[in-house]
């Protein structure tokens, strides 16, 4: 597998991006309410076609990790030749797939493809539960789709004996409609076969924004609290790449913070967006973030070369913006990224490292 330890330097240099977001449609096979995307910054211009994602890739280095989003992803035909040009030509320690699974027909024989080609890589399969039966279907507006995901998690958990290199897990947004029921969810999940993680997300965007203010900050405490218990207990559920224990200590510190974050509606630590991670629509538009519109470029005037818009005077504006600015949010991705490349809280992360069990191989 690729090593993430080559990008201990950037813990100090900071000179590159190391985190990559591509959300490669706004297309999607739900109407989820919470959703910032179809409903925000999707846009109507033509997607990059393959010729293009492939001149990017060829010009970015290597990454750490790389993440797909949209919409749905498994909706573009050429995602697994998507997926191949990253893996080409940055080889990624870590690609996350997330998706809804909605479409098993789609879903499996495409990350089956892909764990072939990118056997170097932990794959990592997120798919999204939100409640159990009925109250999914609802919380997500898209009659069926609890059995449609299960449908899909069943036929990822048979892929795990054939590709070392899958990781397979849960993410549930936590919002009004769930809130009371989280000790279910997390129930459920921990009997799911072959689950090796649950994240439970904030409902995205503003802290400010009225569905964030609807929650019960302190249920949602108390949920990340149980995760952790689980966590520290007998079987933990803990990915099986390398350095996954690291990333486990990461996730529980990364919550605190999170609940903080929204409970003192300030930024609890310094934020790299911009400088060691990008994000990049389905039409090129580059952005530090999926949470600020500051637009740092387009990829397709800036002649498909990633580090041209990096290096820009707009790039520069932005990452002085957010430095000195009082923006914060509840953005789980990007706490990893300000979390592991933050020294002043790697002893945060070494305290929990050290508190949990090692995992069972």
């Known amino acids: 597998m690729y090593s993430p330890l080559k990008y201990a330097p950037q813990i100090l240099l900071k000179n590159r991006p190391v985190q990559f977001t591509f959300f490669v449609t706004s297309r999607c096979?739900?109407?989820?309410?919470?959703?910032?995307?179809?409903?925000?910054?999707h846009s109507k211009r033509r997607e990059l076609d393959l010729d293009e994602i492939e001149k990017i890739s060829r010009g970015m280095g290597s990454l750490l990790w790389l993440l797909f989003s949209g919409g749905e992803?498994?909706?573009?035909?050429d995602f697994v030749d998507i997926a191949g040009s990253f893996y080409r030509n940055n080889r990624p320690a870590i690609i996350t797939l997330p998706t809804n699974g909605l479409a098993p027909d789609l879903i499996i024989p495409k990350t089956e493809a892909i764990l072939a080609l990118?056997?170097?890589?932990?794959?990592?399969?997120?798919?999204?539960?939100?409640?159990?039966?009925?109250?999914?279907d609802?919380?997500?507006n898209t009659p069926g789709s609890f059995e449609k995901a299960l449908e899909t998690w069943g036929e990822l958990s048979?892929?795990?004996?054939?590709?070392?290199?899958?990781?397979?897990g849960i993410n549930?947004?936590?919002?009004?409609?769930?809130?009371?029921?989280?000790?279910?969810?997390?129930?459920f999940v921990n009997n799911l076969p072959g689950c090796e993680t649950h994240t439970i997300s904030l409902v995205?965007?503003?802290?400010?924004?009225?569905?964030?203010?609807?929650?019960?900050?302190?249920?949602?405490?108390?949920?990340?609290m149980r995760l952790e218990s689980d966590l520290k207990g007998a079987s933990p559920k803990m990915y099986h790449f390398n350095l996954s224990r690291i990333k486990s200590a990461q996730d529980l510190v990364q919550r605190q913070l999170i609940y903080e974050t929204v409970r003192q509606g300030r930024r609890q630590l310094r934020c790299f967006a911009g400088r060691l991670a990008l994000v990049m629509n389905e039409v090129g538009d580059v952005f530090p973030c999926e949470i600020l519109d500051e637009q740092m470029g387009n990829i397709r005037e800036a002649g498909?070369?990633?580090?041209?818009?990096?290096?820009?005077?707009?790039?520069?504006?932005?990452?002085?913006?957010?430095?000195?600015?009082?923006?914060?949010?509840?953005?789980?991705?990007y706490f990893v990224t300000n979390i592991l490349f933050n020294p002043l809280i790697h002893g945060k992360v070494i305290r929990q490292y050290a508190s949990l069990p090692r995992p069972a191989r």
Not at 160 to 168: E, G, S
Not at 211 to 216: F, L, Q
């Open 29 to 41: 096979n739900a109407r989820c309410p919470f959703c910032f995307y179809w409903r925000g910054r």
């Open 73 to 77: 992803i498994f909706l573009r035909q």
């Open 118 to 136: 990118a056997s170097k890589s932990a794959v990592v399969v997120k798919v999204s539960l939100d409640g159990l039966g009925d109250e999914h």
């Open 138 to 140: 609802r919380i997500r």
């Open 158 to 168: 048979r892929l795990r004996d054939r590709f070392p290199n899958l990781q397979i």
């Open 172 to 187: 549930t947004v936590f919002c009004r409609e769930n809130q009371d029921h989280m000790d279910q969810i997390i129930d």
């Open 204 to 224: 995205r965007g503003d802290p400010a924004a009225p569905e964030t203010k609807d929650i019960d900050l302190e249920k949602y405490r108390r949920a990340i």
């Open 304 to 333: 498909y070369d990633m580090m041209k818009i990096y290096r820009s005077s707009p790039a520069d504006a932005v990452r002085a913006q957010i430095s000195n600015s009082r923006c914060y949010c509840s953005h789980e991705c």
